[in-house]
């Protein structure tokens, strides 16, 4: 009974920062239609930003806020400076960008940060809670995670549903000849989108990190889990992401303690596969994948 709430605990927490990263793929699908295969190695960059401030004598805190900004400036250099380049051809023109993107900012991280393990500290203790004299796998820190990781789900469900800034960003990403007549700025909504996706995937790389080691590839796992917590809950729901984030990482946890951790990256796979196979517009989609 011990070892089933120890595995489920763990997947709790890891599934919150799969799901960190599964809102920042949604929110740039949702924004602009892309989806960012350099969203993980833009938050590694961002995170030995804050990983520097911290080992120069600043709190975690400050080193939050300086990734959390970078986050946003890169975001939105990105967007203006290299995906507006490629933005009016074929959609495939972007995922090809950002590939070599994620290579080159991997490449860069290693030159300037050097490709050693570094600890990044946490915020909260990581020492598990003691029940009835049991200790479990559920520390302050994994409640750190899990309210971020909601916080950020309730944002930007507001901002799509509730603002007019998130109608724009959405009808841009929709149709720019249309959004454009109707007077809408299409390209500060991209931009935003890009910056506003950075941060949240800049987030995400401080709680994969913290009380952890870092170096320029420590982002890899995440990208393939989000991506497919993203698939699962469907790319346009934020409350999917987050569902689809802790389904895989309890799924990932029972296979891990269970059957053993060589099967773990088997059953991501599978489950992407069955998803996709099944519905492949997601769980929690309101509207049906379009074919071709």
Do not use: H, K
């Not at 950002?98 to 860069?108: D, I, K, P, R, S």
């Amino acid at each position: 009974m011990q070892q089933f709430l120890n595995v489920t605990l763990t997947g709790l927490s890891q599934g919150a920062i799969y799901a960190a990263f599964a809102l920042a793929l949604v929110l740039i699908w949702r924004s602009t239609r892309i989806i960012n295969f350099a969203q993980g190695a833009m938050a590694m960059f961002t995170t030995y930003l804050a990983l520097m401030v911290i080992e120069g004598g600043g709190s975690y805190w400050l080193g939050l806020a300086v990734a959390l900004v970078a986050g946003l400036a890169l975001g939105a250099g990105v967007e203006r400076i290299i995906i507006r380049r490629v933005e009016g051809g074929p959609a495939l023109n972007a995922v090809i960008v950002t590939l070599g993107l994620f290579v080159a900012l991997q490449a860069l991280a290693a030159i300037l940060f050097g490709a050693t393990f570094r600890s990044f500290p946490a915020p909260f203790d990581l020492r598990g809670f003691a029940v009835g004299g049991i200790n479990i796998a559920f520390t302050p820190f994994s409640i750190f995670v899990i309210g971020s990781v909601v916080l950020v789900m309730l944002v930007l469900v507001a901002l799509f549903r509730f603002t007019d800034l998130g109608l724009r960003m959405r009808a841009s990403a929709y149709s720019q000849e249309v959004s454009r007549l109707l007077g809408i700025p299409v390209g500060r909504m991209l931009t935003l989108g890009w910056a506003l996706a950075a941060v949240v995937g800049s987030l995400s790389g401080l709680l994969i990190a913290g009380g952890s080691l870092v170096f320029p590839a420590y982002m890899d796992a995440v990208i393939v889990y989000g991506f497919v917590a993203a698939v699962l809950g469907g790319l346009d729901s934020p409350g999917g992401a987050v569902v689809g984030g802790l389904s895989i990482g309890l799924a990932l946890s029972y296979v891990s303690g269970y059957l053993g951790s060589e099967l773990v990256a088997l059953a991501a796979l599978a489950i992407l596969v069955a998803v996709l196979l099944m519905r492949p517009q997601g769980l929690f989609a309101r509207t049906a994948a379009r074919r071709v």
